[in-house]
């Protein structure tokens, strides 16, 4: 027999209790003689199943006590069953922080590592220059295209300027912006010359003084040019044959980059 919880077992005790007090009441027997004998035999069996349904109550009662009671043991098992699964949640919980703070220091390593590619990109890609022609110096007339160099440096950001040679070498490859400008004090006389890629001719300035004029009068001459560079290519300036060119600050040659690509 399957045993009831405990309030299964209180709903049946109401239960009982309740088809006690609803027993159906004898009809009313015309013959006295005979209503007495049926009275009196239906307070014998009310009496007697009153006593059952006493006995049975005080049994079940009893029996509902013994059920409901908690049992200790079933009580202790569960709160051990209890701390088992709550130290296995703490242990759970202590290995995701472990590999929490673990990721935090591959992270703190790779923002390491990006800024140190970045700076490196940055100081990469921080790229410009401007020297000019020494003071109290002049160069021409030459029966061939002459190399400038420009030994007066201003400035060499990246240090792709050389001051010995005159040559601007491109570290990356991307677009490049160059200047230059030339002066002659001569009186008569011409000034001119190129921008050279890669030994190639591109842009070029020219100037010149009509007969006549002071000797004194500054002949002068600029140009400049955007250029798309690869790496290792390089830029200079040519002066051309049978030209003359002053220094004194007021030739110059200067470069930068405008962005890689």
């Known amino acids: 027999m399957t045993q009831l919880s405990c309030v299964e077992t209180l709903v049946e005790y109401a239960k009982m209790a309740e088809g006690v007090s609803n027993q159906t009441q004898i009809a009313e027997i015309v013959d006295e003689g005979s209503v007495n004998t049926v009275e009196e035999s239906d307070d014998n069996e009310t009496f007697n199943k009153g006593l059952q349904t006493s006995n049975v109550w005080t049994l079940n009662t009893t029996t509902s006590q013994k059920i409901c009671e908690p049992n200790i043991y079933m009580v202790l098992k569960e709160l051990g069953a209890l701390e088992e699964r709550q130290k296995a949640t703490v242990k759970a919980l202590e290995e995701t922080n ?12 790779l923002n390491s590592t990006l800024m140190e590619i970045q700076n490196r990109y940055e100081e990469q890609h921080q790229i410009a220059f401007s020297a000019s022609y020494p003071t109290d110096s002049t160069i021409g007339p030459v029966n061939v295209l002459y190399p400038l160099v420009y030994k007066n440096v201003l400035s060499n950001i ?13 570290p990356v490859r991307g677009v490049y912006y160059f ?13 001119g010359g190129s921008l050279y890629h890669n030994e190639k001719r591109l842009e070029s300035w020219y100037g010149w003084s009509p007969h006549g004029h002071s000797k004194n009068h500054p002949v002068s001459g600029s140009n400049s040019a955007v250029l798309l560079l690869q790496v290792g290519d390089m830029v200079n300036i040519y002066l ?22």
């Open 98 to 109: 472990r590999k929490l703070e673990a990721s935090e220091k591959k992270v703190a390593a």
């Open 158 to 170: 990246g240090g792709h300027y050389s001051q010995v040679t005159g040559y601007f070498t491109a």
């Open 179 to 191: 200047s230059f400008t030339s002066l002659w004090w001569g009186g008569d006389g011409t000034t």
């Open 240 to 261: 051309w044959d049978r030209k003359m060119i002053s220094g004194n600050g007021y030739s110059t040659f200067s470069g930068f980059l405008i962005f890689p690509k």
